[in-house]
């Protein structure tokens, strides 16, 4: 069994940052990618930044040049910097883990941090 572990969200005025972290813990053999997507309000859930064991990075266009995804994969874990935060960045931030158990390769979701950024 497999959960991930997010913490670091909460309320900050534009113009600020957060640092969100997850831990993935449970039977994991390896993990291939570490990410976070977001989902606000009426929207549906988009990439903010993801990162392969490889150390390939992908970032969604809003947030590029803004936030900085980190991983200690020892640790299994990874962390999302944003900085410059804007109102529109308002949104459930979802850790997520392609990685693989004894049993089976899948996507695991964590169960969601607020981060909420007043103008």
């Known amino acids: 069994q497999v959960q991930l572990v997010e913490s670091g969200g909460g309320l900050v005025q534009a113009g600020g940052s957060l640092r969100l972290s997850c831990v993935a813990c449970g039977d994991l053999l390896s993990i ?36 900085t995804i980190s991983t200690e994969y020892a640790k299994n874990t990874v962390y999302l910097q944003m900085n410059s935060l804007k109102p529109e960045d308002t949104a459930v931030y979802f850790c997520n883990v392609d990685g693989l158990t004894r049993t089976t390769l899948r996507s695991y979701w964590g169960q969601g941090t607020q981060v909420t950024v007043s103008s």
């Open 32 to 67: 291939n990618v570490m990410g976070w997507y977001r989902q606000a309000q009426g929207k549906e859930r988009e990439l903010v930044a993801a990162v392969s064991s490889g150390g390939t990075t992908r970032y969604g266009d809003s947030v590029k040049g803004r936030f």
